[in-house]
């Protein structure tokens, strides 16, 4: 799935992240001044390795390897302290292992601060992912920005960061409200003793279980960098645990179990890809060994479980991933020569497309790869019963495109919605296998029973409105009702507040409160929109002009000089 420039760790194995190093400029000592930047990634999810100094205003940061495999090096997240109002710095990434990422199609690393919480993307013109001459020719991820405080601490990030503590807090919360249809459970322990949740949401009558239900599994975050998959996860469960009528009828006849974090051990040390041995998780399906994958074995057996319990029919088996290279959301699924089965298969990314917005039937696949035979979606295809389909959802890391020019950034609040449109897909497809059925809702008493009626000025009830509600008709002063019919509406069920123009207003420029660090949020000028929009090698080619953008010409000119002095 993704291409690796080397396999070498480049120098950076077994070196651990920066605990508040201070870069100062050659010569220099005693006390740091102002400016002197300090770099801190000793944290949970922290990961930054090793940082040079090529001159006051450039830096070069190194990815630390994941722990034992120097092969993946492709999340940071690290702060900078100690900086002076007004500074520009240019910060070089130096070592990312995946060149084929979505820093090639315009993806920008997110920003925020200490006095403003809320994560920003840096604008693009101000990101240049590039080949440098000066790094052997490899692909160098360079950050122009600017620091507007002085009192500030700037964190930095691959993408929005989700921590095994913020998991853990999230789920006692919900433990203490002591919903009877939620119930959680530890189902194993990681190598460093790291919680392996267990999280079941259904009707009380099914936690033990005397007649037969239908069981939903939903796998997230098996690599660390990949932190949309446990937002997705939390959608999921916050839709599960609501009073929508959908999720209510669904807890009646489903059970849905979410193992949400499948990798503690690899989120808490900030690894991109791997768990505490260095081993990939999601290629070890095939050959699982209870000492070296303790949550794989835990995992195996639980589904061994239910698979056993004569009260419990296991269908759906959902792997959640984000992907580092391609957009939108889509589906991978498996090939059967037996058409009847594979029509079946199919029919879950059929619904779950008419749900998502951003859905790229283009990208979504069913094979039979003999190289991804470790994974969950291989393994469990063939180690399961035939009526259990698995799949391996991927939401991408950057968004979705609207047009072949028009991309909609995710947000944490997009990966939420995604979870809720899973859970809405689930309820379609239990609808369309007969365990759920649509149920009409009354019309008060006294109502007109009037199935169709024209529309006036937009008054009347659209075909996705799913409740009755009331119509003032524009001739006469009585009230009428109208009775709506839900079964082909029901697909098209959403939460308010989280339609397609809500998304896009919330990635708007324009909308965004101005912010002086790096502009970010600012909408940019038209020269730094024509570089933006400008195709790939256009924007190479200008390269230099959206640089000159945000007058930095000296820091340039003065790095070029060092560089050939040196």
């Not at 190194?62 to 900086?83: K, S």
């Not at 799949?391 to 609207?402: A, D, P, R």
């Not at 947000?411 to 149920?439: A, M, N, P, W």
């Not at 002086?516 to 256009?538: L, M, Q, V």
């Amino acid at each position: 799935m993704a291409d690796y420039e080397s396999d070498s760790d480049e120098g950076e194995a077994g070196l651990g992240n920066v605990t508040r190093v201070i870069m100062r400029p050659v010569g220099h000592s005693g006390k740091a001044k102002k400016g002197h930047l300090c770099f801190d990634a000793s944290f949970e999810t922290g990961n930054l390795g090793r940082i040079d100094l090529v001159c006051e205003y450039e830096y070069d940061l190194f990815i630390r390897p994941d722990t034992c495999n120097p092969r993946h090096r492709l999340w940071f997240n690290f702060v900078v302290e100690n900086t002076r109002q007004d500074q520009n710095v240019i910060f070089n990434i130096v070592n990312i292992s995946n060149k084929n990422n979505l820093f090639k199609n315009g993806m920008t690393p997110i920003v925020r601060s200490t006095s403003r919480n809320a994560w920003y993307r840096i604008p693009i013109y101000r990101v240049h992912y590039h080949r440098s001459v000066y790094h052997d020719n490899k692909y160098v991820l360079s950050i122009l920005f600017s620091f507007d405080k002085d009192d500030d601490s700037y964190q930095f990030s691959y993408s929005y960061p989700y921590s095994y503590t913020r998991f853990q807090n999230y789920l006692s919360l919900i433990e203490k409200k002591k919903l009877p249809y939620f119930k959680r459970e530890l189902l194993g322990q990681s190598i460093q003793n790291k919680r392996l949740d267990l999280v079941t949401i259904t009707n009380p009558k099914n936690m033990k279980p005397t007649e037969k239900v239908h069981v939903v599994v939903i796998l997230g975050r098996v690599h660390g960098s990949e932190t949309p998959s446990s937002y997705v996860c939390q959608g999921i469960i916050e839709f599960l645990i609501s009073n929508h009528p959908a999720v209510v009828r669904l807890r009646k006849k489903v059970v849905f179990q979410l193992i949400p974090m499948m990798n503690p051990d690899g989120v808490t040390l900030g690894n991109s890809r791997t768990n505490l041995l260095g081993i990939d998780l999601n290629r070890a399906w095939h050959k699982i060994s209870q000492w070296v994958h303790p949550i794989l074995y835990a995992v195996r057996n639980h589904l061994t479980d239910i698979e056993k319990n004569e009260n419990m029919e296991l269908d759906l088996v959902i792997d959640v991933h984000a992907h580092s290279s391609l957009h939108g959301v889509f589906t991978y699924g498996n090939a059967y020569d037996d058409v009847y089965r594979y029509e079946k298969h199919i029919l879950f990314p059929k619904l779950l497309a008419q749900h998502v917005e951003g859905y790229e039937q283009s990208y979504s696949l069913c094979n039979r790869d003999i190289k991804k035979c470790g994974t969950s979606r291989r393994f469990l295809c063939q180690s399961l019963k035939d009526n259990v389909n698995c799949y391996t959802l991927f939401v991408s890391q950057h968004g979705f495109k609207i047009s072949p020019k028009t991309l909609i950034p995710f947000t944490e609040e997009s990966f939420y919605t995604i979870g809720r449109c899973v859970v809405l897909t689930c309820s379609d497809y239990f609808k369309s296998k007969g365990v759920l059925t649509t149920q009409p809702v009354a019309a008060p008493r006294g109502a007109k029973k009037k199935r169709h009626q024209k529309r006036k000025n937009g008054l009347c009830l659209g075909q996705r409105d799913v409740y009755p509600m009331f119509k003032r008709k524009l001739k006469k002063k009585s009230l009428t009702l109208k009775r709506v019919d839900i079964k082909d509406s029901f697909r098209n069920m959403m939460l308010s507040g989280v339609t397609a123009q809500d998304r896009r207003r919330t990635v708007d420029w324009s909308t965004r409160p101005s912010m002086r660090f790096a502009d970010c949020g600012k909408k940019p000028d038209a020269s730094a929109t024509a570089a933006a929009t400008a195709s790939e090698n256009d924007r190479r080619e200008n390269a230099a002009h959206a640089f000159s953008v945000i007058n930095v010409n000296d820091i340039i000119r003065d790095t070029h000089a060092l560089r050939l002095n040196t």
